[in-house]
């Protein structure tokens, strides 16, 4: 079986490293926010051209806590997009606000005339704006950020599965207040468990991140707000400064990937994965468009080729978020989708000849 994707594959790659720097951390006695965070928050700021980086316990609490730094709270409205993890509207729903959905684009990312058509016409202040870079793929941010600013309204970006992806050349997460990355084990970056990271450019809101991230403590006699325990353990801190020095060749890989299954399924009836102009792809996901998608999917499965379907049920469909003022347009694109998307194995150790595998038995399958 060719797998969809593997967090095993991406530990392998790199173990002795990884071994290494795991006991090192165990040998140190020292286990949650130390020097192993915070080399690691250096390290990814700079990454990410960024001055500050708080590492938080996963990739909901980086929304989570990002939306809290920034000031939005009880009864808010933040916009965001139903085509997400549901851990986007999870972390909105957290902090008592409410999520508003706009629909998204041939690209799967937010569509800014929805959200130029929802600003217009919702009668309520708008706390803020959630933009998710979903599958790797930069949404367009020239032209929400024209949108946010001139409507005065906070954006956060959800760079969960966008780590390196850039516009312009500009990484994404520098253009909203805050950025928030997610390292769960299947991610571009990944740890071996949950882990998380806001970064963002302003001092005050790195300083109001710190204190949420734990208990609200600034020194630990009191705490100044009522703060979260949501810290980034050291072995996941150590592994992960080893993983970002082969972020940049591993999505690199990924990009090459993607462009065999351009070329190699360019033929077929398919509909292939978008890439706008000015944008790096990071591949987090390849994500084609059949409307035969389940027949397709359980041929390939026949063939021992695993894919995934991120994700079959819109966040406004599931049980938690039916919500009618959660989705104040029709989400035509969005629904839509969810009965063509399938995502293709795409991970930085997949081989030639694995890939050959894959595309033949596409086009056996739709033959
Ligand atoms: C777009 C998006 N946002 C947020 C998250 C939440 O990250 P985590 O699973 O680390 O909490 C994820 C990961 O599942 C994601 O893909």
Same mark, same amino acid.
């Given at each position: ?109 937010? +569509? ?5 058509? $929802?600003?217009? =016409? %919702? /009668?309520?202040?708008?706390? #803020? ?103 980034? +353990? ?5 592994? $992960?400064?080893? =993983? %970002? /020095?082969?972020?940049?060749? #591993? ?117």
């Amino acid at each position: 079986m060719i797998p969809q994707c593997s967090p095993k594959a991406s530990y392998q790659a790199h173990k002795s490293e990884i071994d290494g720097a795991i006991s090192r951390v165990l040998e140190s006695g020292w286990y949650v926010l130390g020097e192993e965070c915070q080399q690691f928050e250096r390290e990814y700021a700079n990454f990410n051209q960024l001055p500050y980086a708080i590492g938080v316990a996963s990739g909901t609490d980086a929304v989570e806590i990002a939306l809290r730094g920034v000031g939005v709270g009880q009864g808010d409205n933040v916009i965001t997009v139903s085509h997400t993890a549901v851990a986007t509207a999870a972390a909105i729903r957290r902090i008592g606000a409410d999520p508003l959905f706009v629909d998204i684009s041939a690209d799967f990312t937010m +569509d800014p005339k929805s959200l130029q058509w $929802l600003i217009a =016409k %919702l /009668k309520e202040p708008i706390a #803020a704006i959630v933009v998710v870079h979903l599958y790797g793929h930069p949404a367009d941010m020239r032209t929400i950020m024209e949108i946010a600013s001139s409507n005065k309204i906070t954006v956060i970006e959800d760079c969960a599965q966008a780590h390196g992806a850039t516009v312009e050349g500009l990484p994404v997460g520098s253009f909203g207040e805050a950025a928030c990355y997610s390292f769960y084990p299947t991610k571009n970056l990944a740890a071996l468990g949950d882990g998380g990271m806001i970064v963002c450019s302003d001092e005050g809101l790195y300083q109001q991140c710190l204190l949420l991230r734990q208990y609200g403590w600034r020194d630990r006699a009191n705490s100044e707000i009522q703060g979260f325990n949501s810290r980034l +353990d050291e072995i996941q801190a150590a592994i $992960l400064r080893v =993983k %970002l /020095k082969y972020l940049r060749p #591993a999505n690199e890989r990924r990009r090459e990937i993607a462009d065999y299954y351009f070329q190699n399924l360019a033929d077929l009836p398919l509909r292939l994965p978008r890439i706008a102009k000015g944008a790096q792809h990071v591949f987090h996901q390849f994500v084609i468009r059949h409307s035969a998608r389940d027949d397709l999917r359980s041929e390939l499965m026949n063939q021992n080729i695993d894919t995934a379907i991120h994700y079959p049920k819109p966040v406004h469909r599931q049980s938690a978020y039916m919500n009618p003022g959660y989705a104040p347009m029709p989400l035509i694109q969005t629904d839509r989708i969810c009965q063509e998307i399938l995502s293709l194995p795409m991970y930085p150790q997949l081989t030639q000849a694995e890939l050959e595998l894959v595309c033949n038995a596409i086009h056996k399958a739709m033959n």
